[in-house]
């Protein structure tokens, strides 16, 4: 699979192997394969390739409960039988070219038993296989399409038919890398679905694009149609929920509507509704879907973390990685770290992975001061082991201050400047210049008089980098322009 790389890729949360993998046998694409390899023996005929001889296809689709009478029925039933041999689940033994017998036996494969008495992890493998053998499927063009290709000698002209499969591979692939990060990103969709016309344009529109020409939105539209069909195709593997498009809005909606759907800012308030939106076509990742894409990642080399699968690292590795996770993902990787500690060796490993005078110490000490939040009194000796640390002195005074605790030293001047400086690199670290940033420079600085004329002698590796900040940021216009002045100071020191 391929993906646009991206910097720090969100973890996922995802349900537990077990469940994960009742989730696929429940899959009816994937039930219906291990219903056809328990059918298979010495009645079954195959033709070359591995096929289910076409005269057989009726009885497979009764065996599965479809209509064999109905053109879909022995579709879905040579669908599922191809997802049954390509996983294992059926051993097929085709017949030879020229040779006596006109067609092949099969016989169920050795795979099967798996499905009953294997493990999550191997119900899971053969679930992704059977993927693997979907998302092929559904990068090949539709039947007319095929049809209409047909040169004068019976033969696809794929020059006139204008399908790459490489090509019509990637573009699926990049879309669910899409729908994948969109589900599991802090602000993106979330839980909810996701209008088709977005992942559409996602894959059409550049970014920096103004106004959409008229050829763009008839990209769109096309992307948009080829997609219904794809998630059509994926549905019914447990890889999404999917609303398809509505066939009145096709024949009402011009190739502007379409895009406009999928657009950022989306059609004004008052022009569409929910309803409306939903005509376009919704698609969701279901928790099976979600694991699926993130294997795929993984084998094609993307780093894409899982929630709980630091458990068994250090602190250090815990604290480098939540570093990059949104701080709701952060929090609950944190949780699980701790579940299966004893909470005062935890305490001190913590601590001890935060200390740093690199680039990433600031928001390594914001972390662990969210890991220790929920901490309870027993957590107390640890904490106060640090109090006389240069680098965690403070964070352990905000938290003993915070529970309560009488005793707690306080601090000099220069523990509160270096405090100041590294909570607030440890802010645009994980967040950027964000709208409360300078409510909280205000908020640490105004409590000091002359901040400005001591705070950039203080021996932090981002003194002058958060003053700077601090004068473009500063909501006092005075304050901002002491601290652009003592930036310079500090610039100047450290040279």
Same mark, same amino acid.
């Given at each position: 699979?391929? *993906?646009?790389?991206?910097?720090?890729?969100?973890?996922?949360?995802?349900?537990?192997?077990?469940?994960?993998?009742?989730?696929?046998?429940v899959a009816p694409l994937f039930a219906r394969a291990v219903r056809l390899a328990r059918w298979a023996g010495p009645h079954t005929r195959?033709?070359?390739?591995?096929?289910?001889?076409? *005269?057989?296809?009726?009885?497979?689709?009764?065996?599965?409960?479809?209509?064999?009478?109905?053109?879909?029925?022995?579709?879905?039933?040579?669908?599922?039988?191809?997802?049954?041999?390509?996983?294992?689940?059926?051993?097929?033994?085709?017949?030879?070219?020229?040779?006596?017998?006109?067609?092949? +036996?099969? +016989?169920? @494969?050795?795979?099967?038993?798996?499905?009953?008495?294997?493990?999550?992890?191997? %119900?899971?493998?053969?679930?992704?296989?059977?993927?693997?053998?979907?998302?092929?499927?559904?990068? %090949?063009?539709?039947?007319?399409?095929?049809?209409?290709?047909?040169?004068?000698?019976?033969?696809?002209?794929?020059?006139?038919?204008?399908?790459?499969?490489?090509?019509?591979?990637?573009?699926?692939?990049?879309?669910?890398?899409?729908?994948?990060?969109?589900?599991?990103?802090?602000?993106?969709?979330?839980?909810?679905?996701?209008?088709?016309?977005?992942?559409?344009?996602?894959?059409?529109?550049?970014?920096?694009?103004?106004?959409?020409?008229?050829?763009?939105?008839?990209?769109?539209?096309?992307?948009?149609?080829?997609?219904?069909?794809?998630?059509?195709?994926?549905?019914?593997?447990?890889?999404?929920?999917?609303?398809?498009?509505?066939?009145?809005?096709?024949?009402?909606?011009?190739?502007?509507?379409?895009?406009?759907?999928?657009?950022?800012?989306?059609?004004?308030?008052?022009?569409?509704?929910?309803?409306?939106?939903?005509?376009?076509?919704?698609?969701?990742? +279901?928790?099976?879907?979600?694991?699926?894409?993130?294997?795929?990642?993984?084998?094609?080399?993307?780093?894409?973390?899982?929630?709980?699968?630091?458990?068994?690292?250090?602190?250090?590795?815990?604290?480098?990685?939540?570093?990059?996770?949104?701080?709701?993902?952060?929090?609950?990787?944190?949780?699980?770290?701790?579940?299966?500690?004893?909470?005062?060796?935890?305490?001190?490993?913590?601590?001890? *992975?935060?200390?740093?005078?690199?680039?990433?110490?600031?928001?390594?000490?914001?972390?662990?001061?969210?890991?220790?939040?929920?901490?309870?009194?027993?957590?107390?000796?640890?904490?106060?082991?640090?109090?006389?640390?240069?680098?965690?002195? @403070?964070? *352990?005074?905000?938290?003993?201050?915070?529970?309560?605790?009488?005793?707690?030293?306080?601090?000099?001047?220069?523990?509160?400047?270096?405090?100041?400086?590294?909570?607030?690199?440890?802010?645009?670290?994980?967040?950027?210049?964000?709208?409360?940033?300078?409510?909280?420079?205000?908020?640490? +600085?105004?409590?000091?008089?002359?901040?400005?004329?001591?705070?950039?002698?203080?021996?932090?590796?981002?003194?002058?980098?958060?003053?700077?900040?601090?004068?473009?940021?500063?909501?006092?216009? /005075?304050?901002? /322009?002491?601290?652009?002045?003592?930036?310079?100071?500090?610039?100047?020191?450290?040279?």
């Amino acid at each position: 699979m391929s *993906a646009e790389p991206h910097p720090t890729l969100p973890p996922v949360r995802l349900p537990s192997d077990a469940e994960l993998a009742r989730d696929a046998l429940v899959a009816p694409l994937f039930a219906r394969a291990v219903r056809l390899a328990r059918w298979a023996g010495p009645h079954t005929r195959v033709d070359i390739g591995g096929e289910l001889a076409a *005269a057989q296809l009726p009885e497979a689709a009764a065996v599965l409960g479809l209509d064999p009478t109905d053109e879909e029925g022995p579709v879905q039933a040579s669908q599922a039988w191809r997802v049954a041999v390509d996983t294992g689940l059926v051993d097929v033994a085709e017949p030879e070219e020229g040779g006596a017998e006109e067609s092949g +036996t099969a +016989t169920p @494969g050795e795979d099967l038993a798996l499905v009953a008495g294997g493990a999550p992890g191997e %119900v899971l493998d053969l679930w992704l296989a059977a993927l693997d053998t979907v998302l092929a499927d559904a990068a %090949v063009p539709d039947l007319d399409d095929l049809v209409d290709a047909l040169d004068a000698g019976g033969e696809i002209d794929f020059d006139r038919l204008d399908w790459n499969p490489s090509r019509e591979a990637d573009f699926l692939d990049g879309v669910l890398a899409n729908l994948y990060l969109l589900t599991v990103s802090e602000h993106g969709a979330s839980d909810g679905p996701v209008p088709l016309p977005v992942l559409a344009a996602s894959m059409v529109i550049p970014e920096d694009m103004g106004e959409p020409t008229d050829a763009v939105l008839e990209q769109v539209s096309d992307a948009m149609m080829r997609l219904d069909d794809q998630f059509r195709q994926l549905e019914p593997i447990g890889l999404v929920e999917f609303r398809p498009v509505d066939e009145a809005l096709m024949a009402e909606a011009d190739d502007e509507e379409f895009a406009a759907a999928g657009s950022a800012d989306g059609p004004s308030r008052g022009e569409v509704d929910d309803e409306d939106v939903s005509r376009y076509g919704l698609v969701r990742l +279901t928790p099976l879907g979600l694991y699926g894409i993130r294997a795929r990642m993984l084998e094609a080399g993307v780093t894409a973390p899982a929630v709980g699968e630091l458990a068994d690292k250090g602190a250090d590795a815990l604290l480098d990685a939540v570093s990059g996770y949104p701080e709701g993902a952060a929090q609950a990787e944190i949780e699980q770290w701790l579940a299966g500690r004893e909470l005062q060796g935890a305490v001190a490993e913590l601590l001890a *992975a935060a200390r740093g005078a690199d680039e990433g110490g600031p928001l390594r000490r914001l972390r662990c001061q969210q890991a220790l939040a929920p901490a309870g009194p027993e957590a107390e000796p640890a904490v106060r082991a640090v109090l006389d640390d240069a680098e965690l002195g @403070g964070l *352990a005074r905000v938290w003993l201050s915070e529970r309560g605790v009488a005793d707690v030293p306080a601090p000099d001047e220069a523990m509160v400047f270096w405090l100041t400086v590294d909570t607030i690199a440890a802010q645009l670290a994980a967040d950027g210049e964000t709208a409360e940033l300078p409510l909280l420079m205000r908020s640490l +600085t105004e409590h000091h008089t002359g901040f400005f004329d001591q705070v950039w002698r203080v021996e932090h590796p981002a003194t002058a980098y958060v003053l700077e900040a601090m004068g473009r940021m500063h909501p006092d216009k /005075k304050a901002a /322009k002491e601290a652009r002045k003592a930036a310079f100071k500090a610039r100047s020191r450290q040279a």
